[in-house]
């Protein structure tokens, strides 16, 4: 179920680009995605776009759909690090951090866990959108 829909993204809020990035891995079957924004705790990213891959080479197609999608979009990624190793990959692109775990790094680090309450992002409706839209509906 991939969306292919090309956005211009260059002049997109961080809010949809955090949403753009949700689209990408959705689209390449990402599993338990989680969006937070995170402005209020942090100087570095406004939001963070957590999911999980079901293997390392999963992991590592989630993370090149989420670059080449956004960079389709004209917003390249500052920094990538984790590409090699495929359990644990951050993707930089200012506004916006994504994080792509396997189960088990992400059962480990509880990276939600560091997030304040009240900062996750509902996109259960985003979501099931992106489902009728693949179905055509």
Not at 46 to 56: A, E
Request: proline share 1%; net charge negative.
């Amino acid at each position: 179920m991939e969306m292919k829909e090309k956005k211009d993204l260059t002049s997109a809020t961080p809010y949809e680009l955090a949403l753009a990035a949700v689209d990408a891995l959705y689209g390449k079957q990402g599993f338990d995605l989680k969006l937070y924004h995170v402005e209020d705790q942090t100087i570095i990213t406004d939001y963070y776009v957590i999911c999980t891959g079901r293997s390392t080479t999963h992991i590592k197609a989630l993370a090149d759909e989420a670059c080449y999608r956004l960079e389709e979009g004209g917003v390249n990624a500052a920094h990538v690090e984790g590409h090699d190793t495929g359990t644990w990959i951050l993707l930089d692109f200012g506004s916006v951090i994504a994080h792509i775990f396997s189960r088990e790094d992400r059962d480990y680090y509880k990276l939600e866990r560091l997030m304040n309450e009240g900062t996750e992002v509902d996109i259960t409706e985003h979501l099931a959108e992106l489902d009728r839209i693949a179905k055509g509906e």
